[in-house]
């Protein structure tokens, strides 16, 4: 068979109708050749450092184009001035150095996410027209800058050491399973394991095997089914539609960005095992909680505890009595909603989620003083608690989705007032395919933690073949019910 070199080298470039991500076709084969090389070089440790790093701008490259470029510029930026950081003695040019690094990458930032927010704004409440700009978000650019902030301010804190060599900086920032959609990876957590020679035993192995089967299906098989086939449908214009349609849409889009999201997570976290390196667990069956406090210790756990360690706890945290305590909550979510999007949607998610924090702060607060000589038992406790946490998160996932503001109020209006049960029937006939993995999505996800771990322990002890055949079968799933039309991941435009 003669291979065209111009069309094999064409494969190679960056396409923007095509980019390289994890659920395309074309990765399957990208990451197989890259691990025949990887294994052949992963003893040479400064060998395995530079390849593994031009493997990841590579990889970036063909994600995003020429945008790689800004990630070479926010690794040499951050990398040269944290040393001048952690050895400055004067109080004043160390704060002012830190307020330079934080300010130089959020501008970085807020150039390219926020500036046509700001010019609405500004032609809303002035006599100015400005022309909006035209700018693309560069991939990943929220991800890698909170990694970035996190890295200067911990070495401002005097809690990491600055590394010595760039190229440590740079794999770190450019490590291509996290890099466009995270988790957000601390650099305390991770440039020690840089240096370390990879160790790959068999539960690495088969735990890496099970979350990237996990992701593999949560993504490809379900986000993508139910959104495709019902969910887009209905939010590309409610108005259109009936209160029951949009009811069952929003429990649908609960479950699509949880799947496109944590299965894309898994697969990073699934990926890196492979190669001898952990990153953090960013879902926890967010789902399964019982309070709005807990769902944010399990949903997004890396942008949450980044919040919480670098924007919460500076600005006081729970010190400064209730009052501050609710407020600084309710600050931390409006940064967190903003962080996602330029869009008063996002503002209003993240202030919701502000406002529930700080409410269930002071239901925990006021009521664990009082004695009720009446108790709910346990059990019917935490599931009451589950469903309204739940349809609590999903309110929120309307305004998180929906294209505009006045949209989210139209599907809030449309259950409300126009829900029509009647017609329950025949949504349920014609969408039948799309509960029913719906349906499975829930039960699965309703497992309970601890027996999710077994099976993924007892996964250690299947033969070669067995995991082998397990692997392909996910596949084979994958690719019998992909969509026709490749759906980006959701969290690919933060």
């Known amino acids: ?26 990765f399957l084969i990208f990451f197989g050749l890259f691990l025949l090389i990887y294994l052949a070089l992963y003893k040479f440790n400064t060998v395995r450092i530079y390849f593994l790093t031009i493997f990841s701008l590579y990889f970036f490259h063909k994600a995003s184009g020429w945008y790689v470029v800004f990630i ?49 704004i500004l032609n809303d409440v002035s006599s100015l027209k400005v022309n909006p700009l035209k700018l693309v978000l560069p991939i990943g650019i929220s991800f890698y800058t909170f990694e970035n902030l996190s890295y200067t301010l911990d070495v401002y804190w005097g809690k990491f050491k600055p590394v010595n060599r760039f190229i440590d900086y740079l794999f770190f920032l450019s490590f291509f399973p996290k890099l466009m959609m995270g988790p957000i990876v601390r650099a305390s957590d991770f440039i020690p394991q840089i240096n370390k020679e990879p160790f790959i035993n068999n539960s690495q192995l088969s735990e890496g095997l099970y979350l990237i089967c996990s992701g593999i299906i949560k993504k490809m098989v379900i986000s993508d089914y139910i959104n495709a086939n019902f969910v887009m449908y209905i939010f590309d214009d409610p108005g259109k539609h009936t209160g029951i349609e949009c009811l069952f849409a929003i429990y649908g889009y609960a479950m699509v960005i949880y799947c496109d999201f ?19 667990i960013n879902f926890l069956s967010p789902y399964q909680s019982s309070t709005i406090t807990e769902f944010w210790r399990r949903w997004h756990i890396s942008l949450s505890s980044w919040l919480k ?23 931390t979510m409006l940064v967190g909603g903003f962080w ?3 869009s008063w949607n996002f503002i209003f998610w993240g202030g919701l989620h ?26 019917l406790r935490k599931a009451i608690g589950i469903i309204i946490t739940f349809h609590f998160v999903c309110l929120c996932w309307i305004f998180f989705h929906c294209k505009t503001f ?30 029913i993995v719906l349906i499975i999505a829930f039960a699965l996800h309703s497992i309970p933690v601890k027996t999710e771990s077994r099976f993924q322990l007892s996964i250690a002890k299947w033969p070669l073949m067995v995991m082998v055949s397990y692997f392909l079968f996910c596949l084979y799933i994958a690719i019998e019910l992909k969509q026709a039309q490749a759906i980006r991941p959701v969290y690919l435009q933060f």
């Open 1 to 26: 068979m003669k291979i065209d070199p111009h069309k094999f080298f064409d494969i190679l470039k960056y396409d923007s109708k095509d980019p390289l991500l994890f659920n395309s076709s074309f």
């Open 72 to 120: 070479l510029l926010a690794a040499i930026f951050t990398y040269t001035i944290s040393p001048y950081i952690y050895t400055e003695t004067n109080k004043n040019k160390k704060k002012l150095l830190v307020t330079i690094s934080i300010l130089v990458n959020l501008l970085f930032l807020g150039y390219f996410k926020y500036t046509n927010f700001f010019i609405d």
């Open 262 to 280: 944590s299965g894309y997570s898994d697969m990073a976290r699934g990926i890196a095992k492979w190669i001898g390196f952990d990153i953090n």
């Open 309 to 331: 360690d670098y924007l919460y706890i500076p600005l006081g945290g729970s010190r400064k009595g209730k009052f501050n305590t609710y407020k600084n909550l309710f600050i």
């Open 340 to 342: 996602h999007g330029a």
């Open 354 to 379: 502000g406002i529930a924090l700080a409410l269930d702060k002071w239901r925990i607060a006021t009521f664990k003083k009082l004695r009720s000589p009446f108790r709910l038992p346990n059990g």
């Open 406 to 435: 006045h949209d989210s109020w139209v599907f809030i209006d449309r259950i409300l007032f126009n829900f029509r049960p009647d017609v329950a029937g025949a949504l349920f006939a014609q969408y039948k395919n799309v509960f």
